[in-house]
């Protein structure tokens, strides 16, 4: 019964994915919401008839009362066969429909809804770009995709377990005290007036209030996953005085937003709990003052009375349950921010696969600044033949890591083209042209995953022969046999920590190195890709590498030059422009900056100056 109720609605069905969801509160949940909407109906009628045999129960209990009027004979004979009915309804139709309301609630609603949500905010927020992710706290990214379905599940249940609930309840407690005495109406009407003064007041304060909480939690744990993060230096420059002096400012703001927030729920429960008095005062008083006159019977005193009380103890859980329904808003709301950005970097409508041909590539008049006035690249102008070796060499903030950032489309130039063999890279689908690129990166990060399923990253499909002799290829074999991990995990299966933190950096280096030779790509880019290993191994590494490029066009950063002397051709960028471009042994006779760099050089390094 459980697993046909669970699987009513399946929260990753198919839907249509779109680069700008909606922005706005309510058509950003009637969004996700659209396979549930049969289910809401049904949720929704099931709600309203329990509601309903609530108070048609406490009519009844009053009618009771007047019967038992009557002698015990008389009570029988005439009222027998009614009483037995409404047991058997009490005891069996009564759950049964409670049941079904609960089961649509808990079992197909909540689980399936806030995992539709998180299932396709996960996805919207990997398509965005890296340029995106720069801007944010991934800490508090993450933390937005784990509490807006979250909230959004409790909105949900908030609507169906009290709201309707309650709207129902309402309407049948007007209708049970026309019939009993129309005029019982009028201090009922004066209360629900009243009430409904107090949560529109409550309503208006606690969405800003609770907004503002959740904005300021969620800034708590963008700053300590920041800390917790980046523990290593933390430590190393002994700031754990500054990191705790800095958490407390921001967990000293997350407090007076809470505080200020409670501050509300408090208020209102004492004018609630005034309300709730006046309610019982007026409403049993009118009923006995009726019953004094003859005109009305005991049941009508004991059926305002149980109502009275039914729904003195219901409106504090209604009030709770709006303010928080209004408060899981404010962390939808606030979840939104993230959650529903649009996408900026997109392929185009009609982007095909890049169809791979020699590797040729084409910078035509290239530039971009990151919406500065300086840095990057301004009007660059390159062919890399196919299958060519190029050496790009500059200082700090030259434009080298920009030209690889915009080669690989993580960001769109501001003027300007790349090509590869003749095709708009702006033009083919982004997955197609980074299938077809390797690259190895000077801050080698890995997954916080096992060392098999980081070198599988590359090629996922690949054999585990394939998977060895990458890591043989890269020298990682061998020291990969020897790991382990706290649980136990030996070899390939240990894991590696989060971004790679159990491996040295020469070991990630070269995992990652062993990932990018699985991967086999067309086009090579490689980023200081030797710099985080000793003099001995990167000489293995470096035979490794040469084999890697042949057959593939490579683009190759390196400060130590001695590592990119080998390469076909070497280009020099200075304040964004090609400068210089030739061999090793042109550049040197030029007399030029290359052949200041190569001079400089005692270690190997190019003096640093300005900022990538």
């Not at 890591?401 to 790349?418: A, M």
């Not at 422009?577 to 052949?595: C, F, M, P, T, W």
Request: aromatic share 8%; charged share 20%; with cysteine.
């Amino acid at each position: 019964m459980f697993k046909y109720f669970e699987s009513l609605v399946d929260p990753y069905t198919d839907y249509l994915e779109t680069d700008t969801p909606p922005t706005k509160l309510w058509p950003f949940l009637r969004d996700y919401a659209q396979p549930f909407k049969k289910v809401f109906i049904l949720t929704g009628i099931m709600s309203l008839i329990v509601a309903l045999i609530e108070v048609w129960l406490i009519y009844y209990m009053g009618r009771i009362v007047d019967l038992l009027g009557t002698s015990p004979s008389e009570f029988w004979s005439t009222y027998g066969t009614e009483i037995i009915l409404v047991a058997l309804f009490v005891l069996i139709v009564r759950p049964l429909l409670q049941m079904l309301d609960v089961m649509l609630l808990n079992n197909t609603v909540l689980p399936n809804f806030g995992t539709l949500i998180r299932w396709r905010a996960h996805k919207h927020i990997l398509r965005q770009s890296v340029g995106w992710f720069e801007n944010d706290f991934a800490g508090r990214i993450a933390n937005r995709v784990m509490q807006t379905p979250r909230s959004a599940g409790e909105v949900v249940f908030q609507v169906f377990d009290a709201i309707s609930f309650s709207l129902a309840y309402m309407l049948g407690a007007f209708i049970l005290l026309s019939v009993a005495d129309v005029r019982l109406l009028a201090p009922m009407t004066i209360w629900f007036a009243l009430y409904v003064c107090l949560v529109m007041w409550t309503v208006k304060r606690i969405g800003p209030a609770s907004k503002a909480s959740s904005d300021a939690r969620s800034a708590l744990t963008g700053r300590l996953v920041d800390a917790y993060t980046n523990i290593h230096s933390v430590k190393m420059f002994a700031h754990h005085d500054l990191e705790v002096k800095n958490a407390r400012v921001a967990i000293e703001h997350t407090r007076r937003t809470f505080k200020k927030e409670m501050r509300i729920f408090t208020m209102m429960d004492v004018m609630l709990v005034a309300l709730n008095g006046f309610l019982i005062v007026v409403l049993v008083g009118w009923a006995i003052l009726l019953w004094t006159q003859d005109a009305a019977t005991v049941g009508v005193v004991a059926a305002a009375t149980a109502l009275t009380l039914r729904l003195n103890a219901m409106t504090g859980w209604i009030m709770w349950a709006l303010t928080s329904f209004f408060q899981e808003l404010g962390v939808v709301s606030e979840g939104m921010e993230t959650i529903a950005k649009p996408i900026t970097l997109v392929d185009a409508k009609d982007a095909k696969p890049l169809e791979m041909q020699d590797g040729k590539i084409a910078l035509c008049d290239l530039t971009h600044h990151y919406g500065r006035q300086s840095g990057g690249l301004d009007g660059v102008n390159i062919v890399i033949k196919p299958g060519e070796k190029v050496g790009l060499v500059g200082r700090s903030g030259a434009g080298k890591s920009t030209l690889v950032k915009l080669l690989l489309r993580f960001y769109d130039p501001e003027s300007g083209r790349i090509e590869i063999d003749g095709q708009d890279i702006c033009h083919v689908t982004q997955d197609s042209l980074r299938l077809n690129i390797g690259m190895v990166q000077q801050d080698s990060s890995l997954l916080h995953r096992s060392v098999r399923e980081n070198i599988l990253y590359g090629r996922p499909c690949a054999s585990e022969a394939d998977l060895i002799q990458a890591a043989k290829q890269a020298q990682a074999h061998d020291f990969i046999l020897d790991l382990a991990d706290p649980e136990g995990r030996t070899g390939y299966d240990a894991e590696v920590g989060e971004r790679g933190v159990k491996l040295s950096g020469g070991q990630r280096q070269r995992v990652t190195l062993a990932r990018v030779i699985l991967k086999n790509a067309p086009i090579l880019l490689l980023d200081e890709a030797t710099s985080a290993l000793d003099s001995e191994v990167e000489a293995a590494i470096q035979d490794t590498l040469y084999k890697m490029m042949e057959g593939k066009t490579v683009i190759a950063i390196a400060h130590r030059l001695s590592t990119i002397a080998q390469m076909d051709r070497i280009l020099v960028l200075d304040g964004g422009k090609i400068v210089e471009d030739g061999s090793h042994d042109a550049l040197l006779r030029q007399g030029g900056l290359y052949s200041e760099f190569w001079a400089r050089q005692s270690g190997g390094f190019i003096g640093s100056e300005g900022t990538e």
